[in-house]
């Protein structure tokens, strides 16, 4: 699977903007596909991931309520629309796929056998 991600940049406290990641190579039925984001001096922390088959989604406490993680099965792209964003939302955000991935697992990095370069979002104040 080749992940191709796109749609950072840089936005004012309080903005939005939309991720894209466009996944090729291989159906996507039974995989999972996340965001994970890593700031400067930072570990890479899970974000969102929704499960192609069915939908399901889940999502790390700090952005619920902002992030909206959703997929377009004729475009196989994943989309992660980010609201009332904030400088702690700074980092580089990156799209993974896990194959064959329980819901549990959803948000562990190890279950992500596949990986797109970043795409770095920049949230002023």
């Known amino acids: 699977v080749q992940l191709q991600a796109s749609g950072g940049g840089l936005v004012q406290a309080g903005g939005s903007l939309r991720l894209s990641c466009a996944a090729s190579?291989?159906?996507?039925?039974?995989?999972?596909l996340g965001w994970f984001r890593q700031a400067p001096g930072k570990e890479r922390e899970f974000v969102a991931a929704?499960?192609?088959?069915?939908?399901?989604?889940v999502y790390t406490d700090s952005v619920k309520g902002r992030f909206t993680i959703s997929r377009d099965n004729a475009k196989s792209t994943v989309y992660l629309q980010m609201n009332n964003l904030g400088p702690e939302d700074t980092a580089v955000y990156y799209c993974a796929a896990a194959p064959r991935v329980i819901y549990s697992s959803l948000g562990v990095s190890s279950s992500y056998a596949y990986w797109g370069q970043g795409t770095q979002v920049t949230v002023s104040s």
């Open positions: 190579g291989r159906t996507l039925s039974g995989y999972g």
């Open positions: 929704i499960r192609w088959s069915g939908g399901t989604t």
